[in-house]
Antibody, heavy 118, light 107 residues
Framework: QITLKESGPTLVKPTQTLTLTCTFS??????????VGWIRQPPGKALEWLAL???????RYSPSLKSRLTITKDTSKNQVVLTMTNMDPVDTATYYC??????????WGQGTLVTVSS | DIQMTQSPSSVSASVGDRVTITCRAS??????LAWYQQKPGKAPKLLIY???SLQSGVPSRFSGSGSGTDFTLTISSLQPEDFATYYC?????????FGQGTKLEIK
């Protein structure tokens, strides 16, 4: 059974760096073809893809946020970490991590709401 | 980036109705399309992948079709649990992009 869970701060101040951890089970990020992505959703708005990391450490980023994002994995801990620098109130959103298949994300975490406010 | 446009943005329907939601890509994406259902306060759930393949465990009243730029999600007979927001997502090229969502409401 595949499960994912996001963890991290619920409140960050403007200009701070956000660090989110996705802890997963039921699959290995060292298995060929496997990926884990991050997607966010501002309150009442649509989904926005942020980043994705593959089993071979290939990393992909949203072009509009690339300069602010870093995604890493710790295969031994079954974790993927996303950092986003220079947080702004417009970054207030629910952040999801998800297991990636060739077409689509088939397993999602429950999401974590991050509020950016001073 | 490939833009995904869904229509309608919202639709009202009754239990038992047949409902179709459309998704148009700004350029051809072959069959690299997924559909998701999202209920309030919950994570999205994958319904359809590769435009027409039903994800395991998803009821057969859900179906997807299309290729290239135009796609549809059809719910053949609405059930009370189907009232939710639906999103399409292209997986043809990076970055993956989502439609703006279609809210399916009870009439």
């Amino acid at each position: 059974q595949i499960t994912l869970k996001e963890s991290g701060p619920t409140l960050v101040k403007p200009t701070q760096t956000l660090t989110l951890t996705c802890t997963f089970s039921g699959f290995s990020l060292s298995t060929s073809g496997v990926g884990v992505g991050w997607i966010r959703q501002p309150p009442g708005k649509a989904l926005e893809w942020l980043a994705l990391i593959y089993w071979d450490d290939d990393k992909r980023y949203s072009p509009s946020l690339k300069s602010r994002l870093t995604i890493t994995k710790d295969t031994s801990k079954n974790q993927v970490v996303l950092t986003m620098t220079n947080m702004d109130p417009v970054d207030t959103a629910t952040y999801y991590c998800a297991h990636s298949r060739i077409v689509g994300f088939d397993y999602w975490g429950q999401g974590t709401l991050v509020t950016v406010s001073s | 980036d490939i833009q995904m446009t869904q229509s309608p943005s919202s639709v009202s329907a009754s239990v038992g109705d047949r409902v179709t939601i459309t998704c148009r890509a700004s350029q051809g994406i072959s069959s690299w399309l997924a559909w998701y259902q999202q209920k309030p306060g919950k994570a999205p759930k994958l319904l359809i992948y590769a435009a027409s393949s039903l994800q395991s465990g998803v009821p057969s009243r859900f179906s997807g079709s299309g290729s290239g730029t135009d796609f549809t999600l059809t719910i053949s007979s609405l059930q009370p649990e189907d009232f939710a927001t639906y999103y399409c997502q292209q997986a043809n090229s990076f970055p993956p992009t989502f439609g703006q969502g279609t809210k399916l409401e009870i009439k």
